[in-house]
């Protein structure tokens, strides 16, 4: 791998994250209570196809800036083209109004998450990948941030979301540069993926200090049940 972030679920489940990771063969993934990334090795073999059908079986996951084509079995899912982005020029700085986010906060972070992100999942664990910041106002969650995937030297920006009432107040960016505040301390820079069905996140970056590494593919991969190893297909007993 000539670069971490050429591959960042495999150089995270390799090096920072490497206690989490679940392995089959070459295919690495997350617990799926924490997170449905997985890292398949590219160029892939039938014998990987077979170990992440063992590893996932029925579950979309999704990859993260590494374009694989398919086994014959196996379908793609919520492709669209994207862009990895990374620090160039961010001022980091912390905020006295940013809070740690916590397991008791969960259940308010689920909700939010899905309110605001277009539904997505928030899985149970996630909050163990990284440091979560939240601006609350009124007690209530007002906007939210946290860290991601971590290949080595990188830490990956996910879940910035602000409550449509308190937008253009410049929320979200303060969350940013604290993260990234943080992730400086650690020696870390920060990169994300943004897809181009958003540029209203994608111009926020750029007036952060962010540049475009490269473009990316996302999406992600899972196969048909009627070729599933018998331990996950619906009429085994």
């Not at 990987?48 to 059908?53: E, G, N, P, Q």
């Not at 084509?69 to 994207?82: C, E, F, L, R, Y």
């Not at 080595?152 to 505040?181: K, Y």
Request: hydrophobic share 40%.
């Amino acid at each position: 791998m000539a670069d971490p972030l050429d591959d960042p679920v495999r150089s995270a489940l390799t090096g920072p994250h490497a206690h989490l990771a679940q392995r089959r063969g070459r295919v690495l993934r997350y617990p799926p209570e924490l997170s449905r990334f997985i890292a398949i090795p590219h160029p892939t073999t039938a014998e990987d196809w077979a170990d992440a059908a063992a590893l996932v079986g029925p579950e979309r996951a999704p990859i993260a800036g590494v374009v694989v084509a398919p086994h014959d079995d196996w379908k793609v899912t919520g492709v669209g083209p994207g862009l990895q982005l990374v620090e160039d020029d961010v001022e980091p700085r912390h905020d006295d109004e940013a809070v740690r986010l916590g397991p008791t906060d969960l259940p308010e972070i689920v909700a939010f998450v899905a309110r605001h992100r277009n539904g997505r999942l928030f899985t149970p664990r996630t909050l163990e990948l990284g440091t979560y910041l939240g601006i609350r106002r009124g007690g209530a969650l007002v906007a939210m941030a946290g860290e991601r995937l971590r290949p080595v030297g990188w830490n990956e920006l996910s879940a910035v979301c602000t409550d449509p009432a308190h937008r253009r107040q410049g929320l979200a960016m303060r969350l940013v540069r604290a993260l990234i505040a943080g992730m400086r301390e650690r020696g870390e820079r920060a990169f994300l993926h943004v897809s181009d069905s958003n540029p209203g996140a994608y111009a926020m970056y750029e007036r952060l200090g962010f540049r475009v590494r490269r473009p990316i593919t996302m999406g992600s991969v899972h196969i048909p049940e009627e070729h599933l190893p018998a331990a996950f297909r619906s009429d085994h007993s």
